[in-house]
């Protein structure tokens, strides 16, 4: 005679325990079904009850939307016709600084002594190019100095 493993004999505990418990189980469902039925009416009754209250919503919020939408588009229009491309370039005994190329270096200095790019709102840069350099605060407390 074999030896049952542990897992075995549990197995088949729980399917002798499922098995005395089905009657009950069938019963239980057997007496469920009437309030799940009503459950189920209630339902679709609310369901239908809301149906109108929910088209009327609708038909409110259209026009609030559409209005909505129209005044964004109004905002971008005039946002956009605000922003326009523009550079700086500072030239100085025949040399020639770029503005862009000077920030992007402030940021990267910035960012190499441990700044977070993300948390970047204001960059202001003061250039000297007789020392080629061009120094920069950034966020109104952190500066430094990089090379033109």
Known sequence: MEDKSF??????TVDKAAEKAKPYVD???EK???VV????SKAKSAKEQAK???EKAKKQVKPVVKAAKDKAKEVKKAVDSRIYEHEVIVQ?????????????????DFVSKGGK??????V????????KACYYVINNKETGRVDI
């Open 92 to 108: 100085y005994e025949g040399n020639s600084y770029y503005a862009k190329d000077m920030n992007e270096r402030a940021i990267e």
């Open 117 to 122: 790019k993300d948390q970047i709102k204001q």
């Open 7 to 12: 897992t075995d004999v549990i197995n088949e």
């Open 52 to 54: 109108p209250v929910v």
């Open 37 to 40: 039925e009503k459950a189920k």
């Open 27 to 29: 019963k239980a469902a």
């Open 32 to 34: 469920a079904k009437p």
């Open 124 to 131: 202001q840069l003061y250039v000297k190019p007789e020392e």
